[in-house]
């Protein structure tokens, strides 16, 4: 696979066929529970009938006609999307990164136009993570993501440590285009952001005349048990990016915006050939119509409190913190031990699990996942990590 595709990713060498909820089946027919969910993407599982159905009749229709024209599938989109979401207007790309470029643009345009050349600076948080394009790179608070080789970097981004509100005095001025705030930091950790400090952070921000951007690219869409987590920080953003999870699958992002940040694009300004197309709009409104259903965003809430709840009664030394919001779950451990040994033996053990940095597991499980899925799973985990061979391999 290697010499085919060259493996940027460090994958794993398991080949899945397909799944079922959050369980996945390998070519050898061997079954492992899925807490990755393709990375926060799969939010309604593998093989979700709804949206089977929706893709195969949408295929058979039209897939894609290019954004010189308008689809019924994708205007019935838009209007769900930002019906849910309290937005005025928005952007669909391919991706997270391509919603966050969309972003930076939107607010860098903004910031000509309401003070010239000089205010373009964007403000990230320490820790963040916006993608993987050279600008999102550069918004993205870790150095671990600024080799020297990709150099040199787009200029007019600093950063600002989260929950800090000392930093808050001197962080923003007439320079100022935006402040993004990642709601939680995936990448750097699944850290949490204070509610109290988003909100002064972002009065902070528009008393010196920028905009407030969420990335909810991992957040979003029902991750957290509201469907933005902005929503719980309540920081009410201008702009909030998406994808992920926000087509259950199939490629798509998005850039909503309202308020001053509202009218900003004009044609020509950010353009996508894929972006939107009929396909990915079909799939993105059973998800929609699916975390806006009556009930379903508090089970997510739920079943989140059940994972961390039983993660903590655990009497495993070298677990220092468990915490997160929703499904989106951050498992903290001691130097003794390496997140990604402990990823590997799970695989072994039929379980995916995701890592954030060296000593951080992510769980990001389907939103359907069910009660027995994650008992299956948390067995695994357990004994993987009650046993030596976890502790010698890190």
């Given at each position: 696979m290697e010499k085919k595709i060259v493996n940027n990713y460090g994958s794993f060498d398991v080949v899945f066929t397909?799944?079922?909820?959050?369980?996945?089946?390998?070519?050898?027919?061997?079954?492992?529970?899925?807490?990755?969910?393709?990375?926060?993407?799969?939010?309604?599982?593998h093989g979700y009938k709804p949206l089977v159905k929706a893709?195969?009749?949408?295929?058979?229709?039209?897939?894609?006609?290019?954004?010189?024209?308008?689809?019924?599938?994708?205007?019935?989109?838009?209007?769900?999307?930002?019906?849910?979401?309290?937005?005025?207007?928005?952007?669909?790309?391919?991706?997270?990164?391509?919603?966050?470029?969309?972003a930076i643009k939107l607010v860098r345009k903004f910031g000509w136009l309401n003070g010239g050349s000089k205010r373009h600076v964007i403000v990230t948080l320490?820790?963040?993570?916006?993608?993987?394009?050279?600008?999102?790179?550069?918004?993205?608070?870790?150095?671990?993501?600024?080799?020297?080789?990709?150099?040199?970097?787009?200029?007019?981004?600093?950063?600002?440590?989260?929950?800090?509100?000392?930093?808050?005095?001197?962080?923003?001025?007439?320079?100022?285009?935006?402040?993004?705030?990642e709601c939680v930091q995936g990448e750097g950790g699944v850290n949490l952001v204070d509610a109290e400090w988003a909100k002064a952070a972002a009065e902070a921000a528009r008393a010196a005349g920028?905009?407030?951007?969420?990335?909810?690219?991992?957040?979003?869409m029902g991750r957290t048990g509201t469907l933005l987590a902005s929503e719980q920080l309540g920081f009410e953003p201008e702009i909030v990016t998406l994808a992920k999870g926000i087509a259950g699958g199939v490629p798509m992002g998005a850039c909503l915006f309202r308020g001053k940040a509202y009218g900003i694009f004009a044609a020509g300004d950010h353009q996508?050939?894929?972006?939107?197309n009929p396909l990915a709009c079909a799939?993105?409104?059973?998800?929609?119509?699916?975390?806006?259903?009556?009930?379903?965003?508090?089970?997510?809430?739920?079943?989140?409190?059940?994972?961390?709840?039983?993660?903590?009664?655990?009497?495993?030394?070298?677990?220092?913190?468990?915490?997160g919001k929703g499904l989106m779950i951050g498992i903290d451990m001691n130097d003794t031990i390496k997140a990604a040994a402990v990823q590997k033996i799970c695989l072994q053990d039929g379980l995916c699990i995701s890592t954030a940095g060296t000593n951080t597991l992510r769980f990001l499980p389907p939103l359907v996942i069910t009660d027995r899925e994650i008992d299956a799973g948390l067995k695994i985990m357990k004994r993987v990590l009650e046993e030596k061979t976890v502790q010698t391999a890190g």
């Open positions: 397909h799944g079922k909820g959050a369980t996945l089946t390998d070519v050898n027919g061997r079954k492992y529970i899925d807490f990755v969910g393709g990375i926060g993407v799969n939010c309604l599982g893709i195969r009749k949408q295929a058979s229709a039209e897939i894609h006609i290019s954004n010189y024209y308008l689809s019924d599938t994708g205007l019935a989109f838009a209007d769900e999307l930002l019906s849910a979401t309290g937005f005025q207007g928005g952007y669909f790309g391919n991706s997270g990164a391509e919603a966050n470029e969309a320490e820790n963040s993570f916006h993608g993987r394009t050279i600008a999102t790179l550069s918004a993205t608070g870790q150095d671990r993501f600024h080799p020297d080789c990709f150099a040199p970097y787009p200029e007019g981004f600093r950063t600002i440590p989260a929950n800090d509100f000392e930093s808050l005095k001197t962080a923003f001025d007439d320079t100022t285009a935006a402040l993004f705030i920028a905009l407030v951007v969420a990335d909810e690219v991992q957040t979003g996508s050939t894929f972006g939107g799939a993105g409104r059973v998800v929609i119509r699916t975390l806006t259903s009556p009930g379903f965003l508090d089970q997510v809430k739920e079943k989140g409190e059940r994972i961390r709840t039983t993660i903590a009664s655990w009497k495993v030394p070298f677990i220092t913190d468990v915490r």
